[in-house]
């Protein structure tokens, strides 16, 4: 009798360890037919990117705000890649993006040169797609310059699930990026189904809806934006931000908590390598910049006041990216330059310029105006020794911090590579 109990307790557990495999391998092979399915229906990749027979390229076909660009450019042409994610793609039509403000304010300078700006942005990419994106394309156009906007309420807490190797450096290098409507899903999970299954449910879910079918005048105010429907107004006092929205800010707050640091370690590796591409860039006699976009909560004492439950205040600190990109840009010695839009937008952050969406943040046609100023400001100063009489804010970025040692403590851990 016991040596019957035994082994029914054996076949039982054994039954259940095989059906737990049969779903983990079940999952699995979902997941690749459903990766497959994406690249094939939802994405285009670099690889199928093929010049046309005038030797321009069709960057509207592909997603791209852009239309048709001349892999070639006039001799008095400067011509300025735009690099980046939603930010850089922008959440405003042409001709509102910075990047379209950049162009025009660059062609208003009286200069001989004609100034091209080209938007390369791709929504929902991080680091590793930024090094692909810019060995892609600076191989097949002609450039002078290129400025990569870094978003620190995703791009360096995106990377917790890609750990940075040189190896992954190399393939990413070397290898393809994608663009079109399944680059706008974030990559949360490791199976990527979930983060299709996350969007859908997020679309879809009673208090959503009744969200996006709001007709107050906030939401008419955001008829300026091709996505209306999702944004709302966040300095705003008849508007509440939904759960939804509040528990991505809490998520984007780990990039701004130095006790959270661990969960955004990987993507300082990836700047770092992304930083190191940019250097060699300088050196080959092109311009570079880096933009840090600073999230929503940073400057919005509404949002911080919701996203801090539970969470203690003193340990939200919006300057602690710009302060890591600055103590890491030091240690080596990068001679681009890092500008860091947080002094700038705190000093507008009482006026009724920005909007957000319900799981991201992003500027208005206003808050892309002020951006391409700032941008403007920069290339013409820093680059071109043109003066232009403006007052864009404090764009100052250093290691200047209460935490400064800390900040090179780690900045110092984490400069392996």
Not at 340 to 367: M, N, P, Q, R, V
Request: net charge neutral; aromatic share 14%; charged share 20%.
């Amino acid at each position: 009798m016991p040596h019957r109990s035994y082994a029914s307790r054996f076949n039982f557990l054994t039954n259940v360890s095989l059906c737990i495999i049969s779903f983990l391998v079940s999952l699995v092979l979902f997941d690749w037919i459903f990766i497959k399915y994406e690249k094939a229906f939802l994405l285009n990749s670099s690889k199928d990117i093929q010049v046309l027979e005038n030797n321009t390229f069709d960057l509207a076909s592909l997603g791209f705000k852009e239309k048709t660009v001349s892999a070639l450019k006039n001799p008095n042409t400067i011509r300025i890649l735009s690099i980046g994610d939603s930010f850089a793609y922008a959440a405003v039509p042409v001709p509102y993006t910075y990047s379209d403000v950049l162009e025009t304010l660059l062609n208003q300078t009286g200069d001989d040169h004609n100034f091209e700006v080209i938007n390369l942005g791709i929504p929902g990419i991080s680091f590793p797609e930024y090094l692909a994106q810019f060995n892609f394309w600076s191989s097949k156009l002609d450039f002078d310059g290129v400025i990569f906007n870094l978003y620190s309420g995703n791009d360096f807490l995106d990377m917790k699930w890609l750990p940075y190797s040189k190896d992954e450096e190399i393939r990413f290098k070397n290898g393809e990026f994608f663009v079109g409507k399944g680059s706008w899903v974030p990559r949360l999970y490791r199976f990527r189904f979930l983060d299709y299954a996350k969007a859908y449910y997020s679309m879809h879910m009673p208090k959503v809806r009744e969200f996006l079918s709001s007709d107050s005048q906030m939401m008419m105010k955001a008829n300026m934006l091709p996505w209306a429907y999702t944004y709302f107004f966040i300095t705003g006092k008849d508007v509440q931000p939904p759960p939804f929205y509040i528990k991505a800010m809490r998520r984007a707050s780990f990039a701004y908590r130095i006790n959270t640091i661990d969960k955004v370690r990987n993507g300082y590796l990836w700047f770092l390598a992304l930083m190191d591409l940019a250097q060699q860039t300088i050196d080959s006699g092109k311009f570079v910049l880096f933009l840090h976009s600073p999230s929503n909560q940073v400057f919005s004492k509404k949002i911080q006041e919701l996203i801090i439950n539970g969470i203690p205040e003193d340990s939200l600190d919006p300057q602690l990216p710009g302060a890591m990109m600055a103590s890491l840009a030091e240690m080596r010695q990068f001679k681009g330059k890092i500008i860091d839009l947080f002094d700038c937008f705190t000093s507008y952050a009482t006026t009724e310029i920005y909007f957000s969406s319900f799981s991201d943040t992003h500027w208005t046609k206003d808050g892309n105006e002020i951006v391409g100023r700032v941008l403007a400001d920069q290339v013409l100063n820093d680059w071109l020794k043109i003066k232009r009489n403006t007052n864009s804010g404090n764009l100052n970025i250093n290691s200047s911090h209460p935490l400064s040692n800390t900040i090179e403590l780690i900045s110092n851990s984490l400069t392996i590579l």
